[in-house]
C-alpha cells in the first residue's frame, strides 16, 4: 500500500505546507468501510476526494510529521498539546497552564492552519483544541511563509478536519483513568442521497488532576455536510463548539540563586502542590464554521475557496504567585488576584488554483492563490497584586477578591490582618489584525529524476491598537506592505526509493517598538527576518510503507529589538541569533502490522549578536533541549493465535535543560543580581500500552503513561515562576465500539 501526498500541495516552503519526512499510515483507524488507500494531503489540503495527480511523500524537500487519527487513538493524545508533546523536535513551555507555546528549532510556532487555510484563530484568547473533531495534524518544521504569510520561522500546524465517510458509519469510546479522567465519545456518519452526507459527533470529558484542587470539564461538539453539485464540484459545510472548564495556574517557584552567583535550583516539593486558588477557574467557549467549494474544471486544474470563521469568549478568575524565588526556608510569596475577560473574532478566506500542464515530454505542476485573514480582539482585565500571601510547602487557598475589569473598586485591606490595602489597576483595549497575501508555486521536472521547486508570496499587514479603560486613546498601528516570502527546494532521485534534497526559505514577524521609543533615525520598525537552509534524504522502504528521513538545517533570524541602556527613547535593531540541528525520523510499518513513528532531534540556538554582550554565544532558548527521542511503536497481530490483540509503548528522552539568566556582576565582582536560572537533568518517560479488538466492532485497550512513575518536570522557566511537574504514572482504559 503507498502512501502518497496530493501534488497539489507541492513543495512547501516558506511556510508552505507542503510537508514532508514522515510518512502518514496509509490505513484510517476510523474508516474500515471498504476505501481504498488513504490519499494524505498536506500544506494546501483539500480533503481526500479532491485532486488526481499524486506525489511521493519522500519527494517533497521539507521536514513534516503527520500525526494521524490511528496514532491519536492509540496514545490517547486527546489535545494538541498531548499530540505535539509526542511530536519529535517541539518542545512544550509556557508560564500558564493552559496557554502553551510549542517550540521549534528554536522558535515558537505561530502559523496555524485548519484544512489548509491560514488563521489567527489560534492565538491568545484560544484555549489548546481538543483533538475529536480533527481527523490528524501536519506539523511542518522551519518557516512557513509561503502559504501562511507573517510568523515566526518556526513551523506551523495543520489540522485536517473529519470528513463525511462513504457508507454509514456510527462509532464512539467510553474511557475511565487515573484522577477521575472520565471522556465519552460518539461519531455518527451517514449518506442521506446519491453526494450527500453528514457527519456529526459529540466529546465530554471531566477529570480532576494530579496536582491539588485542579479540576477540568470538556464539550465539544461538531457536524459536517457534503453535497456533491455534479461530477467536478464538491461543497463542504460545517459548524464546531467547543465549552472548556479547567482550573488555572502559573506553575511553581524556584530557589533563588545564591549570593556568589551559583544558580538557583528548582523545588523538591509533592507534584500534587497547588499554588493556585481552590476558586480559580477559567471558561471558554469558541463556535467555529466552515464552508469549502472545490471544483474540477480538467483532469488537469482543480480552483478551490473556502472560508472560515471562528468567535472565541473567555473569562478568567484566578490567584497566582507573584514572580518571586523563595529560599530554602522561607517559602513565603506574594499572590496577585486577576480577572480578564476576553473576546476575540476572526475570520480566514482562501481561494487558490491547482493543476498541471505539459513541457519538454514531462508533467509539471503549477499552484496560485490569494488568501485574507483578520483578527479583532478586545481584553478587560484586572489585577490586584500582593493581596495574599502563601506558604510554597504549605499552601493555604487564599479568599476570593472582589474583581472588576470594567471600573475601579476601593481599596482591599491585604488578607492575613496586616491593616495595609491594596489597589486593583484595570484595562481594555482593543487590537485588530489584517493580513492578505498573493502566492504562488511551481514543481518543475526538466529530466527525470530532477525537481526544482519554486515559489513566493506578496503580503500586506496590518494592525492597530486602542485602549478602552480607563481612558479612551487614539488609535495606533503600523503596517508592512508587499513584504516577499520566497522558497526554493531541489531533489535528486539518486534512485527510485531514495532522494537527497536542498530547500531554502524565510520568514518575517511584525514587531513595535516599546512605548516611548523608537528608532535613532525615526523609520518604522523593520520586521524580524528568519531564513533556513535545510539539506536532507529521505528513503522508502518495505514497498512504500516504511519511510526514514534525515535533515540538517540552519536558520538566523535578525533585526532583534533592545533598548538603548544610554538613551530611554531609543531602540536599537542589532539583534542577531542562530538555531541548528539535525532531525531524523522514521515513520511507516517495520512489518505487517508492525508501525513506528519517531525521530531524534539535535538543536543547538544561539545568541550571535545583542546589546548585552554577555549573552553573546549563550543558547537563545536553553529549556529546549540539544538532544530529544520521542518514538512510539505498536503491534497489532494480524492472524494466528494472538489475532486482535496489540501491544505497544512510547518512550520520551530529553537531555539536560535550563531556564532563566545568569547573575549579574559590577565591576569589582560582586553580585548585583541572583541567578535566576534553575536546571533539570535529563530524564526519560516511559509508556506502555495494550488493546484487543473482540472483533469489528468491539475492542478494548488500557495505557499506562510514565509507568516508571518518573518524577521530573515538564516545563520549566525560571525561579520566578512557571515550573511545572510531569505528571505521574496514570492508567486508563478505553472501551471503542462501531457499527457496522
Given at each position: 500500500?503507498?502512501?502518497?501526498?496530493?501534488?497539489?500541495?507541492?513543495?512547501?516552503?516558506?511556510?508552505?505546507?507542503?510537508?514532508?519526512?514522515?510518512?502518514?499510515?496509509?490505513?484510517?483507524?476510523?474508516?474500515?468501510?471498504?476505501?481504498?488507500?488513504?490519499?494524505?494531503?498536506?500544506?494546501?489540503?483539500?480533503?481526500?476526494e479532491v485532486g488526481k495527480t499524486v506525489t511521493p511523500l519522500k519527494d517533497i524537500p521539507n521536514t513534516v510529521t503527520l500525526v494521524d487519527r490511528e496514532q491519536i487513538q492509540a496514545q490517547n493524545l486527546f489535545t494538541l498539546e498531548d499530540a505535539l508533546t509526542a511530536t519529535p523536535g517541539i518542545t512544550v513551555t509556557g508560564v500558564g497552564s493552559e496557554d502553551p507555546s510549542y517550540m521549534s528549532?528554536?522558535?515558537?510556532?505561530?502559523?496555524?492552519?485548519?484544512?489548509?487555510?491560514?488563521?489567527?484563530?489560534?492565538?491568545?484568547?484560544?484555549?489548546?483544541?481538543?483533538?475529536?473533531?480533527?481527523?490528524?495534524?501536519?506539523?511542518?518544521?522551519?518557516?512557513?511563509?509561503?502559504?501562511?504569510?507573517?510568523?515566526?520561522?518556526?513551523?506551523?500546524?495543520?489540522?485536517?478536519?473529519?470528513?463525511?465517510?462513504?457508507?454509514?458509519?456510527?462509532?464512539?469510546?467510553?474511557?475511565?483513568?487515573?484522577?477521575?479522567?472520565?471522556?465519552?465519545?460518539?461519531?455518527?456518519?451517514?449518506?442521506?442521497?446519491?453526494?450527500?452526507?453528514?457527519?456529526?459527533?459529540?466529546?465530554?470529558?471531566?477529570?480532576?488532576?494530579?496536582?491539588?484542587?485542579?479540576?477540568?470539564?470538556?464539550?465539544?461538539?461538531?457536524?459536517?455536510?457534503?453535497?456533491?453539485?455534479?461530477?467536478?464540484?464538491?461543497?463542504?459545510?460545517?459548524?464546531?463548539?467547543?465549552?472548556?472548564?479547567?482550573?488555572?495556574?502559573?506553575?511553581?517557584?524556584?530557589?533563588?540563586?545564591?549570593?556568589?552567583?551559583?544558580?538557583?535550583?528548582?523545588?523538591?516539593?509533592?507534584?500534587?502542590?497547588?499554588?493556585?486558588?481552590?476558586?480559580?477557574?477559567?471558561?471558554?467557549?469558541?463556535?467555529?464554521?466552515?464552508?469549502?467549494?472545490?471544483?474540477?474544471?480538467?483532469?488537469?486544474?482543480?480552483?478551490?475557496?473556502?472560508?472560515?470563521?471562528?468567535?472565541?469568549?473567555?473569562?478568567?478568575?484566578?490567584?497566582?504567585?507573584?514572580?518571586?524565588?523563595?529560599?530554602?526556608?522561607?517559602?513565603?510569596?506574594?499572590?496577585?488576584?486577576?480577572?480578564?475577560?476576553?473576546?476575540?473574532?476572526?475570520?480566514?478566506?482562501?481561494?487558490?488554483?491547482?493543476?498541471?500542464?505539459?513541457?519538454?515530454?514531462?508533467?509539471?505542476?503549477?499552484?496560485?492563490?490569494?488568501?485574507?485573514?483578520?483578527?479583532?480582539?478586545?481584553?478587560?482585565?484586572?489585577?490586584?497584586?500582593?493581596?495574599?500571601?502563601?506558604?510554597?510547602?504549605?499552601?493555604?487557598?487564599?479568599?476570593?477578591?472582589?474583581?472588576?475589569?470594567?471600573?475601579?473598586?476601593?481599596?482591599?485591606?491585604?488578607?492575613?490582618?496586616?491593616?495595609?490595602?491594596?489597589?486593583?489597576?484595570?484595562?481594555?483595549?482593543?487590537?485588530?489584525?489584517?493580513?492578505?497575501?498573493?502566492?504562488?508555486?511551481?514543481?518543475?521536472?526538466?529530466?527525470?529524476?530532477?525537481?526544482?521547486?519554486?515559489?513566493?508570496?506578496?503580503?500586506?499587514?496590518?494592525?492597530?491598537?486602542?485602549?478602552?479603560?480607563?481612558?479612551?486613546?487614539?488609535?495606533?498601528?503600523?503596517?508592512?506592505?508587499?513584504?516577499?516570502?520566497?522558497?526554493?527546494?531541489?531533489?535528486?532521485?539518486?534512485?527510485?526509493?531514495?532522494?537527497?534534497?536542498?530547500?531554502?526559505?524565510?520568514?518575517?514577524?511584525?514587531?513595535?517598538?516599546?512605548?516611548?521609543?523608537?528608532?535613532?533615525?525615526?523609520?518604522?520598525?523593520?520586521?524580524?527576518?528568519?531564513?533556513?537552509y535545510e539539506l536532507g534524504t529521505k528513503l522508502s522502504l518495505m514497498d512504500d510503507r516504511l519511510l526514514l528521513s534525515a535533515a540538517a538545517y540552519q536558520i538566523e533570524q535578525t533585526n532583534r529589538l533592545f533598548n538603548d541602556p544610554d538613551d530611554a527613547t531609543v531602540v536599537l535593531q542589532i539583534g542577531k541569533v542562530r538555531a541548528r540541528g539535525f532531525e531524523a525520523e522514521a515513520a511507516g510499518?517495520?512489518?505487517?502490522?508492525?508501525?513506528?513513528?519517531?525521530?531524534?532531534?539535535?538543536?543547538?540556538?544561539?545568541?550571535?549578536?545583542?546589546?548585552?554582550?554577555?549573552?553573546?554565544?549563550?543558547?537563545?532558548?536553553?529549556?529546549?533541549?540539544?538532544?530529544?527521542?520521542?518514538?512510539?511503536?505498536?503491534?497489532?497481530?494480524?492472524?494466528?493465535?494472538?489475532?486482535?490483540?496489540?501491544?505497544?509503548?512510547?518512550?520520551?528522552?530529553?537531555?539536560?535543560?535550563?531556564?532563566?539568566?545568569?547573575?549579574?556582576?559590577?565591576?569589582?565582582?560582586?553580585?548585583?543580581?541572583?541567578?535566576?536560572?534553575?536546571?533539570?537533568?535529563?530524564?526519560?518517560?516511559?509508556?506502555?500500552?495494550?488493546?484487543?479488538?473482540?472483533?469489528?466492532?468491539?475492542?478494548?485497550?488500557?495505557?499506562?503513561?510514565?509507568?516508571?512513575?518518573?518524577?521530573?518536570?515538564?516545563?520549566?522557566?525560571?525561579?520566578?515562576?512557571?515550573?511545572?511537574?510531569?505528571?505521574?504514572?496514570?492508567?486508563?482504559?478505553?472501551?471503542?465500539?462501531?457499527?457496522?
Amino acid at each position: 500500500m503507498k502512501t502518497t501526498i496530493l501534488n497539489n500541495v507541492g513543495a512547501a516552503g516558506a511556510a508552505m505546507l507542503c510537508l514532508c519526512p514522515v510518512q502518514a499510515f496509509a490505513e484510517d483507524a476510523e474508516a474500515g468501510e471498504g476505501r481504498g488507500p488513504e490519499i494524505v494531503v498536506v500544506g494546501k489540503s483539500y480533503g481526500e476526494e479532491v485532486g488526481k495527480t499524486v506525489t511521493p511523500l519522500k519527494d517533497i524537500p521539507n521536514t513534516v510529521t503527520l500525526v494521524d487519527r490511528e496514532q491519536i487513538q492509540a496514545q490517547n493524545l486527546f489535545t494538541l498539546e498531548d499530540a505535539l508533546t509526542a511530536t519529535p523536535g517541539i518542545t512544550v513551555t509556557g508560564v500558564g497552564s493552559e496557554d502553551p507555546s510549542y517550540m521549534s528549532r528554536g522558535f515558537a510556532i505561530s502559523n496555524y492552519l485548519i484544512d489548509g487555510t491560514p488563521t489567527l484563530s489560534f492565538g491568545f484568547p484560544a484555549v489548546v483544541p481538543d483533538l475529536f473533531a480533527y481527523d490528524r495534524l501536519e506539523v511542518l518544521r522551519g518557516p512557513a511563509g509561503l502559504f501562511s504569510g507573517s510568523g515566526n520561522p518556526a513551523g506551523s500546524i495543520n489540522l485536517v478536519r473529519k470528513r463525511p465517510l462513504d457508507a454509514l458509519k456510527l462509532q464512539g469510546a467510553v474511557g475511565y483513568g487515573s484522577y477521575q479522567n472520565f471522556r465519552g465519545e460518539v461519531d455518527i456518519s451517514a449518506p442521506l442521497a446519491k453526494g450527500v452526507a453528514v457527519r456529526a459527533g459529540a466529546m465530554v470529558q471531566d477529570q480532576d488532576q494530579f496536582f491539588d484542587v485542579a479540576h477540568r470539564n470538556r464539550l465539544t461538539l461538531f457536524g459536517v455536510g457534503k453535497v456533491d453539485i455534479g461530477e467536478r464540484t464538491t461543497f463542504t459545510f460545517g459548524a464546531n463548539y467547543d465549552r472548556f472548564k479547567p482550573a488555572i495556574q502559573s506553575g511553581l517557584p524556584g530557589i533563588i540563586g545564591g549570593a556568589d552567583g551559583s544558580d538557583g535550583q528548582l523545588l523538591d516539593v509533592p507534584r500534587s502542590t497547588y499554588l493556585g486558588a481552590d476558586w480559580n477557574r477559567l471558561r471558554s467557549d469558541v463556535w467555529s464554521v466552515f464552508a469549502d467549494l472545490t471544483h474540477e474544471i480538467s483532469d488537469r486544474w482543480t480552483i478551490r475557496a473556502s472560508g472560515l470563521y471562528t468567535d472565541v469568549e473567555r473569562i478568567d478568575v484566578y490567584s497566582y504567585i507573584g514572580n518571586q524565588p523563595i529560599t530554602p526556608t522561607n517559602g513565603l510569596t506574594s499572590h496577585v488576584a486577576y480577572r480578564g475577560d476576553s473576546f476575540m473574532k476572526s475570520h480566514s478566506f482562501d481561494f487558490n488554483a491547482v493543476g498541471s500542464f505539459p513541457a519538454f515530454g514531462r508533467d509539471h505542476t503549477l499552484i496560485l492563490g490569494f488568501d485574507y485573514q483578520d483578527s479583532s480582539y478586545q481584553s478587560y482585565f484586572t489585577r490586584l497584586s500582593n493581596y495574599a500571601r502563601i506558604d510554597v510547602y504549605d499552601p493555604v487557598s487564599p479568599l476570593e477578591p472582589p474583581l472588576d475589569p470594567y471600573g475601579p473598586l476601593p481599596p482591599y485591606p491585604v488578607q492575613g490582618g496586616t491593616g495595609q490595602t491594596v489597589t486593583q489597576n484595570y484595562g481594555g483595549s482593543d487590537t485588530r489584525i489584517a493580513q492578505y497575501g498573493a502566492y504562488g508555486q511551481l514543481r518543475f521536472s526538466p529530466v527525470e529524476g530532477l525537481t526544482a521547486i519554486g515559489g513566493g508570496r506578496l503580503t500586506w499587514w496590518d494592525t492597530d491598537t486602542q485602549t478602552l479603560l480607563p481612558v479612551l486613546s487614539v488609535k495606533k498601528g503600523y503596517t508592512i506592505e508587499a513584504r516577499f516570502t520566497p522558497y526554493a527546494g531541489l531533489v535528486w532521485d539518486v534512485t527510485k526509493d531514495w532522494n537527497v534534497y536542498a530547500s531554502y526559505a524565510d520568514s518575517f514577524t511584525p514587531q513595535a517598538a516599546p512605548a516611548g521609543r523608537s528608532r535613532p533615525d525615526g523609520k518604522q520598525i523593520e520586521p524580524l527576518l528568519g531564513a533556513q537552509y535545510e539539506l536532507g534524504t529521505k528513503l522508502s522502504l518495505m514497498d512504500d510503507r516504511l519511510l526514514l528521513s534525515a535533515a540538517a538545517y540552519q536558520i538566523e533570524q535578525t533585526n532583534r529589538l533592545f533598548n538603548d541602556p544610554d538613551d530611554a527613547t531609543v531602540v536599537l535593531q542589532i539583534g542577531k541569533v542562530r538555531a541548528r540541528g539535525f532531525e531524523a525520523e522514521a515513520a511507516g510499518e517495520i512489518l505487517p502490522g508492525w508501525r513506528i513513528n519517531g525521530g531524534y532531534s539535535y538543536t543547538r540556538t544561539k545568541y550571535l549578536e545583542d546589546a548585552n554582550a554577555t549573552f553573546e554565544g549563550l543558547p537563545l532558548v536553553p529549556i529546549i533541549p540539544k538532544h530529544s527521542v520521542k518514538l512510539f511503536t505498536n503491534y497489532k497481530a494480524p492472524a494466528g493465535p494472538l489475532a486482535g490483540l496489540s501491544l505497544g509503548g512510547g518512550l520520551t528522552w530529553f537531555s539536560s535543560t535550563y531556564g532563566g539568566n545568569p547573575a549579574v556582576y559590577n565591576a569589582a565582582g560582586g553580585v548585583v543580581t541572583r541567578s535566576s536560572i534553575v536546571r533539570q537533568g535529563g530524564y526519560a518517560v516511559v509508556d506502555l500500552r495494550a488493546g484487543y479488538e473482540f472483533d469489528e466492532k468491539i475492542s478494548l485497550s488500557v495505557n499506562v503513561n510514565n509507568v516508571l512513575d518518573k518524577n521530573y518536570y515538564a516545563r520549566i522557566s525560571s525561579t520566578g515562576r512557571g515550573n511545572y511537574f510531569g505528571s505521574p504514572r496514570t492508567v486508563f482504559a478505553t472501551l471503542r465500539f462501531a457499527y457496522p
